[in-house]
């Protein structure tokens, strides 16, 4: 029975999805690339179809790649697979279970996800219009005077955003204290993602070693304590805030309101924000900066998009989250994006909890799923030359496209997704009323600089590396209308500025002096 066992160690099941030759003991580890692990899990698909697996070791993955099985597996048999799989180092080690992407444990799921579906359902998610407007408008002014900035002025918008809603306080600038803690974090969670959190669900028996022989503790212990640091930095201004009996109404301030409607452990009083801002900044920025990696120098898109704006905004205000219905263009444009470049290319992993045939092979339980978001949206069934990226094909009326799922699917689909689409709408009808975005020039050849729509970094979410472009202001109407909307949005933004960095308040100053 041992021998039998130990020689099947890697090898594919009878009964599972088809997929690539497995080798004794790794199974297809080997196969899968270190970096960009999404593109071999793309030509699987092409290979194998709508659904196949992979093994790792002994543990079963299964990815689907046609709608019809993401709507089969993840929407009708979504109560069989909800779970998450095993990540013991992020959902045990470090977090207790309590962080509610990692988790599976089901009261705790439940709980979380029920102050999410409070703070962040579709209507609530409209009281916060105002604050992601007046974000805009910093960010509008800003790449103004100085077009360079449109990269980490995204950044600092989805973070500030973040800040302000889940604690009150928001980021004028990305160097300040507090969002250069977070970042800081997202890079040492990234690096433990990329080296060390599979390794230790792999061989269990490293998770044992002392400290002198491995160093993932030393670096896990470092990242934690650099994210303690940033939430009770910012719960000290939250508790100064009450003190000082002025309120934003932020997410923790509601919850300090109501201890038992929440019920939340210290514990979660840590991880629900910080997921916060680890599910909401950084991937809405990423989400933006595809969308606008994609334009640079689309030159024929961008004319329709400004005839678009022109004619239903004009040039004397800005769009808004409610002219998004009359702007059917723009909302082509995002959902090419969406479609070309997922952020997440495969979505977040989920597990069975029980078995579950699909077209005769079984999805057995215990076994990772993935939806392979990228694949889906590059299909040329349903989106016949699908490497272009052309808005056009969402507006017809008579064609009615695959999903290719986002946002996720099933009873883990992004409780967050409302308020980031409003981000994203808002920042992208924004940026294309008020520039023409241009590749930029290099000033010593004077040749246009390309740019390379597939130059992501590796990490959690996919995200362009840094890129040139050249956001040309329309008009000096549009550039008084943006000033005039910045001036409006001042008390709004004030509210959110207590017990900033002297540094912060001086940028902010400045600016204001300025418009
Ligand atoms: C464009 C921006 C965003 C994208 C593309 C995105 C995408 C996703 C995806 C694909 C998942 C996995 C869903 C699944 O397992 O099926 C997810 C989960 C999640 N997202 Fe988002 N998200 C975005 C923004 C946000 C924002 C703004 C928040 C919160 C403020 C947020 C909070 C979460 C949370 C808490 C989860 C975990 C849900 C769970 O495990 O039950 N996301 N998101």
Redesign the pocket.
């Known amino acids: 029975w041992l021998v039998y066992n130990i020689s099947t160690y890697g090898r594919r099941e009878k009964g599972l999805p088809p997929g690539p030759p497995t080798s004794f003991l790794v199974g297809n580890i080997l196969e899968i690339p270190p970096k960009r692990a999404f593109h071999k899990l793309v030509e699987w698909a092409r290979e194998y179809g709508e659904i196949y697996s992979i093994k790792f070791g002994h543990k079963t993955t299964v990815v689907l790649n046609s709608p019809t099985a993401v709507q089969a597996v993840?929407e009708k048999g979504s109560r069989v697979t909800?779970d998450?799989p095993t990540m013991w180092l992020f959902d045990q080690y470090l977090y207790d279970h309590d962080h509610?992407?990692?988790?599976s444990v089901p009261h705790k799921?439940n709980q979380?996800?029920r102050v999410?579906a409070t703070?962040?359902n579709q209507t609530t998610a409209q009281k916060y219009v105002p604050i992601q407007e007046a974000e805009s408008c910093q960010l509008l002014y800003e790449i103004m005077v100085g077009p360079d900035s449109f990269f980490t002025g995204v950044k600092r918008l989805?973070i500030s955003l973040?800040f302000s809603?889940s604690y009150g306080v928001r980021a004028p600038k990305i160097d300040s204290p507090l969002p250069s803690l977070f970042y800081e974090a997202v890079d040492m969670i990234n690096e433990l993602l990329a080296d060390v959190s599979a390794l230790l669900d792999f061989v269990p028996l490293l998770r044992i070693l002392p400290g002198w022989m491995v160093n993932w503790r030393k670096r896990t212990d470092r990242m934690n304590a650099q994210e303690k640091r940033l939430t009770s930095e910012l719960m000290e201004g939250v508790f100064a805030r009450r003190k000082s009996d002025t309120s934003t109404n932020s997410f923790m301030e509601q919850i300090l309101d109501n201890p038992e409607e929440f019920g939340l452990s210290d514990n979660m009083m840590h991880t629900l924000p910080l997921?916060?801002l680890q599910?909401?900044?950084d991937?809405?920025a990423?989400?933006?900066l595809s969308v606008l990696l994609l334009l640079v120098g689309q030159d024929e898109v961008l004319k329709n998009a400004h005839a678009e704006l022109d004619s239903v905004i004009g040039r004397d205000r800005l769009p808004t989250v409610a002219d998004m219905e009359h702007l059917p263009y723009i909302g082509a444009i995002i959902k090419e994006s969406?479609r070309l470049r997922?952020?997440?290319p495969l979505?977040?992993?989920?597990a069975a909890s029980e078995d579950q045939m699909y077209g005769g092979y079984l999805v057995p339980a215990g076994a990772t799923i993935m939806?392979n978001?990228w694949a889906l949206g590059h299909d040329p069934q349903n989106f016949p030359d699908p490497e272009r990226f052309f808005p056009e094909r969402w507006l017809d009326p008579s064609v009615e496209h695959a999903d290719t799922?986002?946002?996720?699917?099933?009873?883990?689909?992004?409780?967050?997704?409302y308020?980031?689409?409003n981000?994203?709408a808002i920042v992208i009808s924004r940026l294309l009323w008020a520039f023409d975005i241009k590749k930029k020039v290099d000033p010593s050849a004077g040749n246009p600089i390309e740019v390379d729509t597939l130059d992501y970094a590796e990490g959690i979410?996919l995200c362009p590396n840094k890129f040139e472009a050249d956001f040309v202001l329309r008009s000096k109407e549009h550039g008084d209308t943006i000033k005039h909307e910045l001036r409006g949005a001042i008390p709004l933004l004030e509210t959110y500025e207590f017990g900033m960095a002297q540094s912060d308040l001086e940028y902010v100053e400045q600016m204001r002096r300025a418009v």
Do not use: D, Y
């Not at 509610?100 to 988790?103: A, H, T």
């Open positions: 993840m909800q998450r509610l992407i990692f988790s799921v979380l996800r999410f703070f962040l989805t973040m809603l997921l916060i599910a909401g900044a991937t809405t990423c989400a933006i969406e997922p952020t997440n979505g977040f992993p989920h939806v978001t799922w986002p946002f996720g699917v099933g009873r883990r689909v992004c409780p967050g997704m308020l980031a689409k981000s994203v979410v």
